[in-house]
Each structure stands twice: as C-alpha cells, then as structure tokens.
C-alpha cells in the first residue's frame, strides 16, 4: 500500500525542517528535540479528572517518575481498571511528557485509568535498567492499587516501540510473579536481537524511524554486543536461553506496513500464536513507525486510538 497522503506531508514537513537526525546529537539534544517534535504533531490532550504524580521505589534505591491518569471521578468502591504505560523513544529520549497526549487519549477513549512511567533513560541508565524499571514500577502499581483507586485484577500493560518492548518483558515476569495481567496493549514494539528482515531494509531511510536512528539508541542502550542475546532486549529471537510465553497476558499488536519494525511484529504476533497466547494483529496501511502520535496531523490515526481503545475495554471488562 502507499503511504497514507497525510503521513507523506508530515514526512515532507519533517524534510523541511532540517532538524539534525538523532544519530549526530548528543542524548541530551536529541531528548530535547524529541520533546520540541511532540508538542507539535500530537493531539490536543483531552481533560481528565484527575492527574497525579507519583514516586516509585525502584530495587537499586532510586525513584521512578510515574503520571496517573483518571479519566473519571476515581469510584472508590469499585476500583478503575488500569494500563500501565512505557513510552517509547528507543530506551534513550521519551518522558511522561512526550506521551502524555497519547496516554490522555487512550484513557478518555476506554474509561480505564493509565499510569505513564517514566523508566530511566540510556546512556546514563545502560540494559537492563529500563527492564527493571519497568517491572519494579508494575509490581509497586499492582501491590499500591487500591490506595490510588485502581482495580488489581484488570491490570493490563502497554507501550509503543521501545515501550513496547518493556511491556512484552514485563507479561512474562508477571506471569512468573504471579500477577495476572489482562492484556499486552504493545503499538510497533521493537523485539528483534537484529535488524535484518526485508521491512527493515525496504523503511531503512526516510520513514521517520532510520537504520542510523536505531544503530545510535541501541550503541547507548547496550552494555556490550552480548546483551542482544537477552531475551529481554529481544523477546522474538534472542539466542541467549529464552523462556516459554505460553500463560502470558493475551496481545493485541499494532503495526504499521511502512515501519521498519513491521516484520518482526508480524513475526512475533506469530511466536505468541505458536505458544498459545491469544492475540490480535492489526495492520495499519500507509503508516509509518511512530504514527500513533502523529493524531494532529494526520487525522487516520483517531481511527487507530479507537482500536486501542476497544481493545482495553473488552479485555478490562469496561462498562459501556
């Protein structure tokens, strides 16, 4: 399929502006060009009736930034159901505030309440920190629920790209913990060791997500070239020892067929298929990596908020 007319203009607006490409920044100009990009192509955040700011404790002692998002009045006798949200950003730029729009959005769409987590950023925070991150503050969120008016037994867990990752890690540690999740809400999540697939050499350049892009997250994420063998960083095709995903949360997958990324997410919705794990793969024609934050611009991707949407409410059991 072509690209989607509206993603091509944004593609032409992002060539005109002549904003330095990640891969010749430094992490900190490239988080502060990622935060400036955000403000300008995403929707307009929708009200909430309550946002809150939490600090959670992580294993090494340190604190994880968390934003709660209620879309309604909290019902403290019957608790909300909750997604937990990583954002993406290649493990190296991203912040609550980048994905606050999104995470607005897709809690006023479902009637669920969402808590962004602002897991710590590479090169200062190298693998696994993102991953323990991500699974201590899903713990906490789950232990903490009724303090903050959420429901433990509809818990689900969500993330685009890089947070996609983490969400797919964290459905098999809390089937390991013991916590049952609902749903893995994962939007182009990356999970292959190696980029190498035809999708990847075909998006490689000017479709938003580049090969030099990915290069440079991945040289300030990893430790040493081994950790690509961790099923951790690639939960498709680590060649490290890779546990069993089947009893793991059921998925519902979005993937974009001008995205880099789009044959492993085929790929892996094909792994979770083979391991038992239900799972829903949506494919969105005309769309590049990174669209689902595009929604100012380009006017498609409501249509892909309402599918997320959907997707939480049947799956958290949300009353229409």
Known sequence: MPLNPAIAQVLELIAKAKRPP??????????????RSALIIDIAPAPMFDIQDLAIPARDGASIRARLFHPVEPAWTSPAPTLVYFHGGGFVVGSIDTHAALC????????????SVDYRLAPEHTFPTAVHDAFDALTWLHAQASSFGLDSARFAIGGDS??????????????????????????????????????????????????????????????????????????????????????????????ADHDPLFDENVAYAAKLEREHVPVELVRYEGMTHEFFKMGALVPDVAKAHADAASALRRYLDVES
């Open 22 to 35: 990640f891969h010749t920044l430094s992490a900190t100009a490239a988080r502060a060009s990622y935060e």
């Open 104 to 115: 607005r959005r897709l809690a006023a769409d479902s009637g669920c309440a969402v808590v």
């Open 162 to 255: 890089a947070g996609g990752t983490l969400a797919t890690v964290c459905a098999v540690l809390a089937r390991d913990a013991g916590i049952a999740l609902r749903l893995q809400l994962l939007i182009y999540p990356g999970v292959s060791a190696r980029q190498d697939t035809p999708s990847y050499a075909q998006f490689a350049e000017g479709h938003v997500l580049t090969a030099k892009t990915v290069k440079w997250f991945f040289e300030h994420y990893l430790r040493e070239e081994k950790d690509r063998d961790d099923w951790r960083f690639a939960p498709l095709d680590a060649r490290g020892p890779m546990p069993s995903f089947e009893g793991i949360a059921p998925a519902w997958i979005a993937a």
